[in-house]
């Protein structure tokens, strides 16, 4: 009989907090992005606040659907390994 091996993370532990904190980061920041494609400032003017106004319509020559799927798909792989991280840094081994 032979003895089985004993499985091992192909990434060393001491990384987790490091790669979860770096993965939700970089997820947030393209989910972010992907929202702020459609905000505009209402008012420049000196002295008025500028107030930012979220878009939901825009013309069709201005969106691009390769473009959203994208960045949704990157950002939704990014924040899935960082939450996976997140959870095997706090020791939940999942």
Do not use: D
């Amino acid at each position: 009989m032979q003895a089985t091996a004993s499985i091992s993370s192909p990434v060393p532990v001491v990384w987790y907090p490091t790669l979860a904190v770096a993965m939700v980061a970089v997820g947030l920041m393209l989910t972010a992005s992907f929202f702020m494609s459609g905000l505009y400032a209402n008012s420049v003017e000196i002295g008025k606040p500028i107030c930012l106004r979220y878009e939901a319509t825009s013309s069709r020559h201005s969106r691009s659907f390769a473009k959203e799927i994208t960045t949704a798909a990157v950002a939704s792989v990014f924040l899935g390994f960082g939450s996976l991280f997140v959870l095997l840094a706090s020791g939940v081994y999942v």
